[in-house]
């Protein structure tokens, strides 16, 4: 049974509008992360988290926000959708840092913005 | 100036065949360590192999396994008797512990698409 979901698969979202894409794990696990997948290219981190009610940026978080609100579960929010924010989303969870650094992910979920 | 690179986008081979995927990277870190995963049609991220430079133990899981140079940074995927099944993307990941900072970062490669022919 998959240890990390991730709702929705896919999204269409209009221009200007806000998303939110979620994530739930049962791993548990300490932290959490954001990964966006463009066509052709690797995975970029947004956002990770490594306890509940603290988020940090990665390498790309602009026009992104998170919210770790328990160990759980950890959303990624779009305030205003743009064209260029059209991908593939991939939620991951691991351990703490050292012993365990293995990146467990879910699924994906395909966002486009039109 | 990309720290992971995967030199081939895309790939075919027949089945039954034996593929070898290369991959380099770039660190200046002490504790690093390496992973293939594979993104499947479904959308999952499989972890394949994880690689700790720290032993000489090569790893092996299955049919995957890995050829690691550590002295040329390179780590390739070694995929043997191709089966239809291994069609998919393949990434491989440089995961790095910063001392300065005691956080880690993970970069991926651009990925390799394999299709296996029956």
């Known amino acids: 049974e998959a240890a990390v979901t991730q709702s929705p698969r896919s999204k269409v979202a209009v221009t200007g509008g806000k998303v939110t894409l979620s994530c ?3 791993n548990n696990h300490d932290y959490m992360y954001w990964y966006r997948q463009d066509t052709g290219h690797g995975l970029r981190l947004i ?3 490594y306890v509940a009610d ?3 940026k990665g390498d790309i978080p602009d026009g992104y926000k998170a919210s770790r609100p328990s160990q759980e579960n950890f959303s990624l929010i779009l305030e205003l959708a743009s064209l260029s924010q059209t991908a593939v989303y991939f939620c991951a969870s691991s351990d703490a840092w050292g012993r365990q650094n293995t990146l467990y992910f879910g699924a994906g979920t395909r966002l486009s913005v039109l | ?5 995967q030199v081939w986008s895309t790939t075919s081979r027949q089945e ?3 593929l070898t995927l290369d991959c380099s990277y770039k660190t200046s870190q002490v504790l690093y360590h390496l992973f293939w995963y594979k993104h499947l049609l479904s959308g999952e991220m499989v972890l394949l192999i994880r ?3 720290s032993t000489i133990a090569i790893e092996r899981s299955g049919r995957y396994s890995v050829v690691f140079q550590k002295s040329r940074k390179s780590i390739s995927l070694v995929i043997s008797t191709l089966q239809p099944d291994d069609s998919g993307k393949y990434f491989c990941a440089l995961w790095e512990l910063a001392y300065n900072t005691n956080t880690g970062k993970l970069t991926f490669g651009d990925g390799t698409v394999l299709t296996v022919k029956p």
């Open chain 1, 24 to 26: 739930h794990q049962t």
């Open chain 1, 47 to 49: 956002h990770y988290s």
């Open chain 1, 54 to 56: 603290s988020t940090e």
């Open chain 2, 1 to 5: 100036a990309q720290k992971v690179i």
């Open chain 2, 16 to 18: 039954g065949e034996k």
């Open chain 2, 51 to 53: 690689q700790m430079p």
